[in-house]
């Protein structure tokens, strides 16, 4: 008797420790799946900015490429917007929980549990470190900018907008020059766009790989989990 009671003690607690899991699991699930819409969104920012970015360059580089025959108008304002940057904000709370927790364990689905750990993994290695490098890349580009290009047109850009720009370089297009005499400064700034550039792509497919591993998740967990209404 003593034996009987002993192990349905054991089973019933195997059995309120399963419950258990199986409560905090999908609470988890519920904030991960909340974690990755705020990652998509920030993503539907970031993907379409570093575009535009890619193309801004493009211009800028070809009316660099004219020497004195461009249109500084144009580059003025270029040079502005290629100023902008952005990093993605990663939503690891969730994530986070589970790796100081140690509770990676009670995800049911291995395949989900290895889904999450590789996107964690994807976001604090190669996304980080593209953009530590692409930041370096960044700060040489503002570097030689400012020593072509007056700054105060940024100011002015941030301030009143892309118009008011138009109209103010359109009614006085020498009051911002640009200083094109330092041949060197200007092939080096060319240059340097270029590799900036090449470091946006490279950040861009990273970028556009990892929405895409966000809502692999979310379509399986909607599935697996049968959440609704999400």
Not at 108 to 120: F, R
Request: aromatic share 12%.
């Amino acid at each position: 008797m003593i034996f009987l009671a002993v192990t349905l003690g054991f089973m019933a607690e195997n059995i309120r420790e399963h419950v258990s899991d199986k409560e905090h699991e999908k609470k988890y699930i519920q904030t991960f799946y909340y974690d990755l819409k705020d990652d998509t969104a920030n993503l539907n920012g970031e993907i379409p900015f570093w575009e535009s970015q890619i193309k801004k360059i493009d211009t800028l580089r070809i009316e660099l490429k004219k020497g004195d025959h461009m249109d500084k108008k144009l580059a003025n304002i270029m040079s502005i917007y290629v100023r902008r940057y952005s990093n993605f904000l990663y939503h690891d709370r969730t994530i986070a929980q589970l790796k100081s927790s140690g509770n990676f364990r009670i995800i049911s689905k291995s395949s989900l549990a290895d889904s999450m750990m590789e996107y964690d993994s994807y976001i604090l290695s190669q996304l980080r470190d593209q953009e530590s490098h692409g930041q370096h890349l960044f700060i040489n580009v503002n570097n030689l900018h400012d020593k072509l290009f007056d700054a105060e047109l940024i100011d002015i850009g941030f301030k009143y907008g892309r118009a008011y720009l138009d109209s103010l370089l359109t009614a006085d297009p020498l009051a911002y020059k640009i200083h094109l005499e330092n041949k060197e400064t200007v092939y080096e700034f060319y240059n340097s766009l270029e590799f900036w550039q090449f470091g946006i792509k490279w950040r861009l497919s990273s970028c556009i790989n990892l929405q895409r591993k966000a809502i692999n998740m979310m379509n399986l967990i909607k599935k697996e989990y049968h959440l609704k209404n999400q």
